[in-house]
T-cell receptor, first 111, second 111 residues
């Protein structure tokens, strides 16, 4: 099955700096890569996703890039704010299959 | 508003007792999932169901059981066979090739 690795496990940045979280996957059949944000005691929420037919997608301060050849994808958060502090999970899947999640990155934005 | 409702938010189980976690969705999604989340770990799949009256085991199904009698409902029973049930349980649903929608979770503690 699919194996998703996520790095780093913890990340601290100063407010206003950028944060980058990286994931690698093993199954070349995977074609959908969502990112989730989980605040303490709550369920994860989808923040951005990308499909294998595009290399980059941006939504305001959040962007995701995908390198299919190298089988890795990354989440980029610019101009970080304290409310960005949370645990972020990446995932990989293909149509009809379950999601495989990374182990999460705990992001702390220091005011 | 459409969404997924998990109840209860907190649940306490005595040794040897079975407990059932509720998950209801009004999103008209066909597929539903149960995940377990332990501190510092990713999401591990317990069971999933792609259609009513059908479900499959995930990676850690031992000690758990589910039913899918209605499209809207996918309850999870944690049986006495599950030796370490203390965890945060997340229910999710999905439409076609889109991302998961998660519930707000149930925190189960053995007392």
């Amino acid at each position: 099955g699919e194996n998703v690795e996520q790095h780093p496990s913890t990340l601290s940045v100063q407010e206003g700096d950028s944060a980058v979280i990286k994931c690698t996957y093993s199954d070349s059949a995977s074609n959908y890569f969502p990112w989730y944000k989980q605040e303490l005691g709550k369920g994860p929420q989808l923040i951005i996703d990308i499909r294998s037919n595009v290399g980059e997608k941006k939504d305001q301060r959040i962007a995701v890039t995908l390198n299919k050849t190298a089988k890795h994808f990354s989440l980029h958060i610019t101009e970080t704010q304290p409310e960005d502090s949370a645990v972020y999970f990446c995932a990989a899947t293909y149509t009809g299959n379950q999601f495989y999640f990374g182990t999460g990155t705990s992001l702390t934005v220091i005011p | 508003d459409g969404g997924i409702t998990q109840s209860p938010k907190y649940l306490f189980r005595k040794e040897g007792q079975n407990v059932t976690l509720s998950c209801e969705q009004n999103l008209n999604h066909d597929a539903m999932y149960w995940y377990r989340q332990d501190p510092g770990q990713g999401l591990r799949l317990i069971y999933y169901s792609q259609i009513v009256n059908d479900f499959q085991k995930g990676d850690i199904a031992e000690g758990y059981s589910v039913s899918r009698e209605k499209k809207e409902s996918f309850p999870l029973t944690v049986t006495s066979a599950q030796k370490n049930p203390t965890a945060f349980y997340l229910c999710a649903s999905r439409r076609d090739s889109y991302g998961y929608t998660f519930g707000s979770g149930t925190r189960l503690t053995v007392v």
